[in-house]
């Protein structure tokens, strides 16, 4: 299969936290994404309770993070559209079932600023987002020293079997270990409710 050269050395530096890489990737893909999100708040009560913008940098925050950590391995931008247009689509489901949730109607809720997005809600420039490396580690620092271990290889691009062969255990077991830990801590950040899944 043949992939774009660019696209994949733009996801290499996104990985490795250049933020002028991510700065182009915003700026390629973020009126996309935007887009699907206005698509998705199908209510006048919703539109009026969250803002596209906010949860399109929301999406961006949570996936640098992500990219930041190894979970990702895109290798054409079709499959990175899929993957932001999956998470900013959790993400508006995600806020309108803890509203409903919470007995709160959408349509009786006055204008207010988006409360469930403590990534982006305080941030208003793109130039705010692509500053992820304190969340990276705030995150890492919640690792324990095996899953960092496991995490800064996936970082260098090791395969799992690489990591098994580092590690003396198999694929599998690290990849488990991996998510499960990925997983974790993205709950105890906030990050968890808008699984990309």
Known sequence: MCHDASFLRLMERVRQGDEEAAAELHRTYCEAVQRMIRVRMTTRGLRRQMDSS????????????RMAIGQYDLSEPAELVKLLST????????HSQRHKAAIRDVRRVEEAAVEDFG???????????????ELVERFQSRLTP?????????????????IGTDLARTAEAVRKQYERAIDRV???LGLGDFADG
């Open 54 to 65: 906010d949860v399109c940098q929301s999406v961006f925050a949570d996936f640098f993070v």
């Open 146 to 162: 095996e899953e960092r271990q496991i995490v800064e290889r996936r970082r260098m691009g090791k395969t799992w079997d690489e």
């Open 119 to 133: 990534l982006a809600a305080a941030q208003e420039t793109p130039s705010a987002i692509v500053s992820t490396r």
């Open 186 to 188: 993205s709950r105890e």
């Open 87 to 94: 998470m900013a689509r959790n993400r508006v489901f995600h």
